[in-house]
């Protein structure tokens, strides 16, 4: 009997909504790609799903993408080689990639709290300031 009564709890908490402190509403950043940076609105969240919408709107013809990193390191601190950052030295949770000037993508992946950077890593375009932190509180 305890069984089910531990059952009928969970499944009464999940339709209510409580979870362990983790958003089940899906949250929205848009993500700005400029020419020589990326702007995020807003720059935290709460854990849980979260849809960038991200815009290249540089004003040259430049194709850029967004790479989601979870490091402690510092949006400027990050390794590069051969003019990207090793992607592989972190933990990637998702990607955009080669959004066409004037163009938009998606992006829907869930995050747990911590530090992020993301960078668009095309081969220079990190060290031209393309990058940013967020934010992703409990």
């Known amino acids: 009997m305890g069984r089910v009564?531990?059952?009928?709890?969970?499944v009464s908490a999940v339709m209510l909504g409580v979870s362990s402190g983790y958003s089940n509403a899906q949250q929205l950043i848009k993500a700005t790609l400029l020419s020589n940076s990326i702007h995020l609105d807003p720059s935290q969240v709460k854990a849980g799903a979260v849809t960038f919408d991200v815009h290249n709107v540089a004003d040259n013809n430049m194709v850029h993408e967004l790479v989601v990193?979870?490091?402690?390191v510092a949006d400027d601190a990050l390794?590069?080689?051969k003019g990207q950052v090793p992607e592989q030295k972190f933990r990637?949770?998702?990607e955009v990639e080669d959004?066409?000037?004037g163009k938009s993508r998606r992006l829907t992946i869930t995050?747990?709290?911590g530090h992020y950077v993301l960078v668009c890593n095309k081969t220079g375009?990190?060290?031209m300031g393309m990058h940013t932190s967020l934010i992703v509180t409990p």
């Open 5 to 10: 009564r531990r059952m009928i709890i969970l």
């Open 69 to 72: 990193l979870k490091t402690p």
């Open 79 to 81: 390794p590069v080689h």
């Open 92 to 94: 990637k949770m998702g």
């Open 99 to 101: 959004v066409a000037p």
């Open 111 to 113: 995050l747990l709290p």
């Open 125 to 127: 375009h990190y060290s």
